[in-house]
């Protein structure tokens, strides 16, 4: 069974930056074909792709959020981490990651998502 | 990277079928059979319910059903039930270097 679940702070200030963790099981992060990825959605707003990791540790990020964006994985701790730097409250959102399936390019497995309040 | 093109509502009677559409390019959408579509009920994270276009992931409804015609994807419920009101987004593989884009969204309204 594949689980993913988000940790990380539910309140920042503005300038500072945002650290968050996936931890996952129910899969291996070093199986060919496999990625977690992080989507976030602001209140009553529609969900906004930020970035993917890949198994083989190809990374990918959105455009419009790629300067402030780092992803990175630690397959030992089943862990996903995506930090985020000069945090606005334009990016006060639900933070979801979720399980990617190469093979149909979808999520298909999510986590509950974790609430960031950006406020100074 | 532009987001997938979905209507804001889409509204049905209990019974009776409803289509939401996703239009993209042929970077994404018209390029590839890798449309996926996902639905999300309030506070609750989305799930997902076609992938590949057309296809239906173990548990899910075949009152569910997508395809897919040039740059346009589409969801068909059938058979519209109170509990398929939620919002569902579609999203698909592009071939820009992000690999991955969502859709607008569509609010689904059963009457």
């Known amino acids: 069974q594949i689980t993913l679940k988000e940790s990380g702070p539910t309140l920042v200030k503005p300038t500072q930056t945002l650290t968050l963790t996936c931890t996952f099981s129910g899969f291996s992060l070093s199986t060919s074909g496999v990625g977690v990825g992080w989507i976030r959605q602001p209140p009553g707003k529609a969900l906004e792709w930020l970035a993917l990791?890949?198994?083989?540790?190809?990374?990918r990020y959105s455009p419009s959020l790629k300067s402030r964006l780092t992803i990175t994985k630690d397959t030992s701790k089943n862990q996903v981490v995506l930090t985020m730097t000069n945090m606005d409250p334009v990016d006060t959102a639900t933070y979801y990651c979720a399980h990617y399936f190469i093979a149909a390019a979808g999520y298909d497995y999510w986590g509950q998502g974790t609430l960031v309040t950006v406020s100074s | 990277q532009s987001a997938l093109t979905q209507p804001a509502s889409v509204s049905g009677s209990p019974g009776q079928s409803i289509t939401i559409s996703c239009t993209g390019t042929s970077s994404d959408v018209g390029g590839y059979n890798y449309v996926s579509w996902y639905q999300q009920h309030p506070g609750k994270a989305p799930k997902l319910m076609i992938y590949?276009?057309?296809n239906r992931p173990s548990g899910v409804s075949n009152r569910f059903s997508g395809s897919k015609s040039g740059n346009t994807a589409s969801l068909t419920i059938s058979g519209l039930q109170a509990e398929d009101e939620a919002d569902y987004y579609c999203s698909s593989y592009t071939s820009s270097s992000t690999r991955y884009v969502f859709g607008t969204g569509t609010k689904v309204t059963v009457l």
């Open positions: 590949e276009v057309s």
């Open positions: 990791i890949y198994w083989n540790d190809d990374k």
